[in-house]
């Protein structure tokens, strides 16, 4: 079983995810409609694994399929949806061995997408409810192996996707002036 590392902000993970979604950008080309930052790496002051997480937003998901040889080239593992319905998953590990980054792509219109956008955002916005997730995280990394950090933040995240959704909401209602 993997053993999860948690660690401070890395003020460098930015850059990383800038470097690596150039060269993603590159390997898909005219498929790509963005790229976001995700992730605790993208969360500043937060504790996380020291995995860049990318979020990929493509026209077509069937064309990804077909572009698996560029992302090999790139050092990835081709995952498929990875337990997730209507995601192309990868991976990558350093020359070590250790992970590095992993690649979520979706089509643009995906619910998933929205779902990674609010949570990061609404994260960045409300500090004390990101000091706890971190917390949690640290918590978790202590005392369990991956498949059990994963788990123990499963009811923290879903708490933290109903706020963000609200407040999606709410900023929509307040756009529209409602």
């Not at 963005?34 to 020291?50: E, N, R």
């Not at 997730?84 to 219109?109: A, E, L, V, W």
């Amino acid at each position: 079983m993997r053993k999860v590392e948690v660690v401070p902000h890395n003020p460098e993970w930015i850059a990383i995810f800038q470097a690596e979604a150039t060269r993603i950008k590159d390997a898909l080309g005219e498929n790509i409609v963005a790229v976001h930052h995700i992730g605790s790496t993208a969360i500043t002051g937060i504790q996380a694994k020291p995995i860049i997480d990318l979020l990929v937003e493509v026209q077509c998901l069937t064309q990804v399929d077909e572009q698996n040889s560029p992302m090999e080239q790139l050092g990835y593992e081709v995952m498929g949806e990875f337990g997730i319905p209507g995601r192309r998953f990868f991976r990558k590990n350093n020359q070590d061995g250790i992970r590095t980054h992993h690649i979520h792509i979706f089509n643009h219109s995906s619910t998933q997408v929205k779902r990674h956008l609010a949570f990061r955002d609404y994260m960045i916005a409300h500090p004390t409810d990101a000091k706890q997730y971190s917390e949690l995280k640290c918590q978790l990394a202590k005392h369990t192996n991956i498949d059990g950090y994963v788990d123990g933040k499963d009811s923290f995240i879903k708490a933290i996707d109903v706020k963000a959704a609200q407040c999606k909401a709410l900023q929509a209602d307040q756009q529209s002036g409602s």
